[in-house]
């Protein structure tokens, strides 16, 4: 095997092959890169699959025609991001076949069965056979792209529908091969105002990252004897409202609100619907805080801004056995392609 630092130095492409073995051509150049717009950074995520389990590995990625900036795109060969910080060996005797269709499958409507998701014109690009993985050098984002140069082209057209990519691994040695990919990204919570009288809040939940996702406020230290609301908003109030109790309303609490049930511990917990959301489609954030009456006083929470920030348009189905018929489905989760 060569010496890792060649890997990292040499500008032109790079083949690391074996006799009756398939070829990776290393390519630091740029690609056509999907999902559209990820070619730095590539992608939000790390991800060993579906080279660096032990093993067998069905996986299959759809990315929405709305994922590619050009109009069509003849792909010869296919590209995944080696990303590792401090470096990793490569692997010898990944048995792999590929296979490529145009599905008639969007995220919302991709199915855990894997039969349900090619198109008509599936084909396997790769053929079933030994291939040799080159080791990952360690850089990080800047690390070399690894292809898969295809036995046989495929012509694929965003206005029939979505480009479905599936791997199966039927044998894999021991060891990590982790790529990057993209991932739902989860709620993130801001704290924008204390509460008062040792209320607290705190945020949770996968808003906008699957169909029945949610966000979720909990509230503890409630008082006794109290009836308490949670309040959301799109805005907070300007200026914040102080009370007689010394606590503040960062939000107005005749906007939307929901009647929660203290627990005898003193907390509570409130679900607010969100659905699928799609990053970039102008989602608002919203301002959440809880309400608590007691017969004499009004009592607060903390405050925050939840900034929803939802997935691309892109899906992943995917099991460790050749033989399932169903996988694991993780919306807006798939591996960063390069195509040539």
Known sequence: MQDQRVWTRLPLPILHCGIALSCLVLQPGA?????????????????????????????????????????????????????????????????????????????RS?????????????????????????????????SLRAHFKLDRKFLYRPAKGSLLIEYRVKKAPAGSYTLYQEQARRPFGRLIGHGCMGIRQRVSGNAGTAPNSTLVFEASGLPANSMTVHVLDLVISHPPRKLSTGCTLYINPFAQFRPVTRRANGTAEVHWPSGLLYLGSGIAPVFGQFVSRTQSRMLTSDAHRVDIRGIQRVASVVSRSLSANTGKLDYGTALVHQLR
């Open 31 to 107: 690609q056509t890169t999907i999902p559209n717009g990820n070619a730095s950074p590539p992608g939000n995520a790390i991800s060993n699959l579906p080279f660096g389990e032990k093993g067998e590995v069905r996986a299959q990625y759809l990315y929405e025609a709305s994922t590619f900036a050009s109009s069509s795109v003849v792909i010869h060969d296919l590209g995944v991001i080696t990303a590792s910080t401090r470096g990793l060996p490569g692997k010898r005797g990944l048995d792999l076949e590929i296979r490529m269709s145009t599905s008639p499958r969007t995220v």
């Open 110 to 142: 991709i199915s855990s069965k894997f039969a349900q998701n090619p198109g008509q014109d599936e084909v396997t690009v790769f053929r079933s056979r030994s291939t040799n993985l080159p080791p990952i050098a360690g850089l990080g984002r800047l």
